[in-house]
C-alpha cells in the first residue's frame, strides 16, 4: 500500500476537522493482519489532538481533514504515512500499514 485510503462509513453533518482544531476522536487501530493494537474505547477516555499540524501520523493529519462531527471514517495507512521504519511499543512493528477506525465527535477552532 502506498496511498492513503479514506472510506466514509457514516458522513457526519457537523462542524468540520480544518487545519489547527482540537478534534475529540473515537477509534479503533487495527495492523494490516486485522490485530488489534489500540483503542480509546477500551481506555473508556476519547483522544483529543491538534490535527493538521504534525502532532499526529501524517495519515490522521490527512485523513480527518474535512472530516465532520457525527462522521465515521475508515483510514487504510501506509507505512509512510504512519510510523515508517520505527517500531511503536510492542504492538506495532516497523513499516507497518495500518488500519483506523474512526469516530469525530468534536472540532473546537480558535474562533469559539
Do not use: H
Not at 472530516?67 to 483510514?75: A, D
Request: proline letters at 4%; a negative charge; one cysteine or more.
Amino acid at each position: 500500500m502506498t496511498d492513503l485510503q479514506i472510506i466514509d462509513l457514516v458522513v457526519g453533518e457537523g462542524k468540520e476537522a480544518v487545519k489547527g482544531a482540537l478534534i475529540t476522536t473515537q477509534y479503533r487501530g487495527f495492523l494490516a493482519d486485522g490485530s488489534p493494537f489500540d483503542s480509546s474505547y477500551d481506555r473508556g477516555q476519547p483522544f483529543q489532538c491538534v490535527i493538521g499540524t504534525g502532532r499526529v501520523i501524517k495519515g490522521w493529519d490527512q485523513g480527518i481533514m474535512g472530516m465532520q462531527v457525527g462522521g465515521k471514517r475508515k483510514l487504510l495507512v501506509p507505512a509512510a504515512l504512519a510510523y515508517g521504519e520505527r517500531k511503536m511499543g510492542d504492538k506495532i512493528p516497523a513499516n507497518s500499514d495500518l488500519c483506523f477506525e474512526i469516530e469525530l465527535l468534536e472540532v473546537l477552532t480558535r474562533d469559539q
